[in-house]
Structure formats: C-alpha cells, structure tokens
C-alpha cells in the first residue's frame, strides 16, 4: 500500500534506491527490471483485484481489532 492508487510500481520508483540502506548485513538484490515486475505482478496477485482504499480499510479494521484483543488480554493478566 506503499505507492497509494499508482501501487507497487509508484513505491519502487519513488524508495527503490533507498530500500538498500536497511540492509547492512544482508546483500541487497539489484532492483532489476524483472525483480520489479516480480514484485509488481506478485502484488497484485495478493490483491485480489481490490482497490487500496479497500485494502486500506481491511488493514485499518484489522489493527483495530488486534489492538482490542491485545487491551481485552492485558485486562485480564493485570487483574
């Protein structure tokens, strides 16, 4: 959900120079044109054809509700 309505394609273009910073230990693998289209494609396989508001709204409702397990949990522990 990183590149917004223009997807994965946007967010490759826009931080895919700066996602090698992270990887210290690790060899980064050369943002080639093939491994862009892996990702794009892989992308929008996961999608399942819904939009990034959709998408966004599956994962705002999600941490909402992970963050009420989490307080409903924590409740019972600190009783």
Do not use: C
Request: hydrophobic share 35%; glycine share 8%; aromatic share 6%.
């Amino acid at each position: 959900m990183a590149g917004g309505k223009a997807g994965m394609k946007h967010m490759l273009e826009q931080f895919g120079p700066a996602l090698k910073l992270p990887w210290t230990k690790l060899k980064a693998p050369k943002l080639s044109k093939k491994l862009s289209e892996r990702l794009i494609s892989g992308t929008k396989k996961q999608a399942k054809g819904k939009s990034i508001n959709q998408l966004s709204d599956i994962r705002d409702e999600y941490l909402v509700n992970l963050q009420n397990l989490r307080k409903k949990y924590e409740n019972k522990i600190r009783k």
